[in-house]
Nanobody, 121 residues
Framework: QVQFVESGGGLVQAGDSLRLSCVGS????????MGWFRQAPGKEREFVAG????????YYSESLKGRFTISRDNAKNTVYLQMNSLKPEDTAVYSC??????????????WGKGTLVIVSS
């Protein structure tokens, strides 16, 4: 059964850093472009970052570029999201997504259940 499981969320203070991980239980992880999305309380889900199959290309939400970095390790079936200089408005459930297309479509093939990040002021 294909699944993607996120980890690394938690409660941090404004200005802190956090690294999220998403591990995929798939036969060939590099078959998928990977992305991170987030959904804040009472808001719609928004795109955060995406990375190509072998990690040789990335793209970001313009509002987050410079603070967040997406990377992947195909040998470990894992995609990461490094988040720096966190702000209270970054509080959200962060979910990874896997898509056979790059850039990711609006309906990726698979979603993780998400990990909660809370940034206190």
């Amino acid at each position: 059964q294909v699944q993607f499981v996120e980890s690394g969320g938690g409660l941090v203070q404004a200005g802190d850093s956090l690294r999220l991980s998403c591990v995929g239980s798939v036969r060939t992880f590099s078959d998928y472009a990977m992305g991170w999305f987030r959904q804040a309380p009472g808001k719609e889900r928004e795109f955060v970052a995406g990375i190509k199959y072998n990690g040789d290309n990335t793209y970001y939400s313009e509002s987050l570029k410079g603070r967040f970095t997406i990377s992947r390790d195909n040998a470990k079936n894992t995609v990461y999201l490094q988040m720096n200089s966190l702000k209270p408005e970054d509080t959200a459930v962060y979910s990874c997504a896997a898509d056979t297309y790059y850039p990711l479509t609006i309906s990726p093939d698979y979603w993780g259940k998400g990990t909660l990040v809370i940034v206190s002021s």
